[in-house]
Structures are given as C-alpha cells and as structure tokens.
C-alpha cells in the first residue's frame, strides 16, 4: 500500500457509513485544472467587491468540467477578523449531450481569523454555503437544496525576498449535510436492493428507498501549495496544486423513484493545476 492510498484509507475511516451493503467503488486517480479570472474593488476602507469567473477542466485535461461566476463583498470587521457573502452561479458540462446541465445557484457566507507573526500568517476560515440545483435532475438522486461547511488552515509566508512572493499551504476538510439517508435493505440472494421486510424490488411509493437528504459525513480533504504573485501594483497572479481526497454517496435510481439500482460509497483522487489573475483597483 502506498503512501497516498494509506493516507485516503485513513481518512474514509473517520467516515461514517450508513450501511455495511453499500458498494465500495474506488474511481481512478485524474488530472485536473483550474483557471480563473477576477475584478477586486475596493469601495472603502476593509470594503471589497469582487467578481471572478473560473474554467475548469477534469478527465486529464481532456474534459471540460464547469464554469462558475461568482460575485461577492468582504469586510474586515477587525485587523485580524474578516467577514464575507458571496452568490455563485455553477453550470456543469455534461460530455453526453454536449451541454450545460443541470445548473446550481449557491449562497456562501464566511468568517476569517487571522493571526500576524513577524513573517508569517496562520489563518482559519469558516465557510457555509447553500446550493439549490435548477433545470432536469433526477430528485430521487440529487437534492435539490444541498449545505456543506468547508474548514480551511493556511500558513503563508510574507518574509520571502524579493518582495512580492508570497507562498502558502493549506488543508481543508468539507462537510456535507446532504448525503442520502438510505432505508432500502440489501438482498445478498437478488443482489439488489429491496422494499424493507420484503423481497420486492419496486415499491408501491415513490421515494420508498429514500429517507431523505439528511445524511452527515467528510466528503472532501484537500491539500494546497501555492503561490502569490504580485506582478504589479494593481495585479496579482495565483499558481497552486492542490491535491482533492473525495468521498462520496452515491444513490442511482429511476426517476418515478420506485427503484433503488443501487447506493455506492465512491472514492477519489485528483490533482489538479490552478492558476488565476485578480485586478485590483
């Protein structure tokens, strides 16, 4: 077992799982990318908004993920305590029908401590976030309305020389409050999952399988290096690789909801390539 398997192994067993019959699926490691664009405007003092539109890409750089605007305002409550809202705007790419599907509006709202050593930063940053999914979806699948919580540790160094760069590193752990919450039973004789009680494989009620997106789990671990790159006064170029433990589970079933094909607990690693410019003014 190597090093980054042990690690994954690790952290999915702080996982709880609802069920011992839901199938393990372990996804390929990928390659990815982010690139991103943004506007920073500072209204007043500690006041700023900002606009930022991302590209990215998955599949080893051969697919094309998603883009997501996003457009905010932070204020710096205390020198060493910033607030901040945010609206994102997400539209998946579905390589099947060659378009934007299944659309999501999220809300974010979000706290920063920050402590200031002679030559470092250690921040904590604390965010919530809302997402509602529009368009066609299977609602027996996906919810409609999604909460997570992200946590993020960051220590960046500001004593480098020549001014101007300044490297960090980060650990982020994301919690979901909207996993599937699964009541079905698994037949080891059928090898499917059936109505509780039962040997049916279809319910007379929509949804029989399903208790709800209630379910509360780590579904993602993020590592981050990266760099600030003060360029000029006004601009500022960003590089990062970020390494991205997923965790997730998963329910397929018909879209009248009266079967349940089956409830994965899939995991995941991908290693993506991020790079943005902001300009400030």
Same mark, same amino acid.
């Given at each position: 077992m190597n090093t980054r398997t042990a690690l994954l192994a690790g952290l999915l067993a702080l996982i709880p799982l609802a069920s011992r019959s839901q199938t393990e699926v372990s996804r390929d490691p990928e390659l990815g990318a982010r690139l991103s664009f943004g506007l920073d405007k500072k209204v007043t003092r500690g006041l700023h908004l900002y606009l930022e539109e991302e590209l990215r890409l998955d599949n080893n750089f051969t697919g094309f993920d998603r883009l997501q605007t996003t457009l905010g305002v932070t204020y710096k409550v205390h020198p060493n305590v910033k607030v901040g809202v945010g609206y994102a705007f997400?539209?998946?790419?579905s390589s099947s029908s060659s378009a934007f599907k299944s659309t999501r509006h999220r809300l974010m709202a979000d706290v920063t401590g920050t402590l200031h050593f002679t030559q470092w930063n250690l921040s904590f940053k604390e965010r919530l976030q809302y997402t509602r999914r529009a368009g066609s979806f299977n609602a027996y699948q996906n919810p409609t309305n999604a909460v997570g919580l992200k946590s993020r540790l960051t220590l960046k160094y500001k004593g480098w020389q020549p001014r101007g760069l300044e490297p960090y590193a980060f650990a982020e752990l994301r919690n979901t409050f909207s996993g599937p919450t699964v009541a079905a039973e698994y037949n080891t004789t059928k090898k499917a999952w059936c109505v509780p009680g039962t040997n049916s494989t279809e319910g007379d009620e929509a949804g029989w399988f399903l208790d709800g997106f209630n379910s509360t789990y780590v579904n993602r671990f993020r *590592?981050? *290096?990266?760099m600030d790159i003060r360029l000029s006064r006004q601009g500022l170029l960003n590089v990062q690789? *970020?390494?991205?433990?997923?965790?997730?589970k998963v329910i397929d079933a018909n879209k009248k909801g009266t079967v349940l094909n089956s409830y994965e607990h899939r995991t995941g690693f991908m290693a993506s390539i991020c790079a943005g410019y902001t300009y400030m003014f």
């Open positions: 997400i539209a998946p790419w *590592l981050g *290096l990266g690789l *970020l390494a991205d433990w997923v965790s997730d």
